[in-house]
């Protein structure tokens, strides 16, 4: 029996799963490398994101006749208005303020949106839609 025409066919099929196996491996390390970025970049943003949240209760806000109530979120409610080009949704404000857009939390923003809207800061113009007082 003549085993040459086998041991040929196996040597191509070796070679087109080695060339393949190559292949594969070039596109998992050019993965691998693009994945490494993506998270530098990831960690950037988020770095980014806790300094700006940071940095939001030192912003200075619009003058405030009266004081504000005792709570972290209402100076950075106030900078969230003075960078906004119109009105806003209290899920808008959630999302501005990285708190999870859960209903307990929309609820809560939109108390505090009512209260200052109540100490004259905000004006609401349309049911749920706030504005900066003109």
Do not use: W
């Amino acid at each position: 029996m003549n085993i040459q025409p086998l041991l040929e066919a196996l040597d191509f099929q070796e070679n087109a799963a080695r060339t393949l196996t190559d292949d594969l491996r070039t596109q998992a390390e050019e993965l691998r490398a693009r994945l490494r970025e993506a998270e530098i970049h990831l960690e950037h943003l988020a770095i980014t994101r806790k300094t700006v949240t940071a940095l939001a209760d030192r912003i200075p806000t619009q003058a405030v006749s009266q004081d504000l109530p005792e709570h972290p979120d209402y100076p950075r409610i106030l900078a969230v208005f003075n960078e906004a080009t119109g009105p806003l949704r209290a899920r808008d404000i959630c999302e501005a303020l990285d708190h999870e857009l859960l209903p307990k939390n929309i609820e809560g923003t939109r108390a505090k949106l009512k209260r200052l809207v109540k100490l004259d800061l905000l004006s609401e113009d349309d049911v749920g839609s706030f504005a900066t007082k003109q």
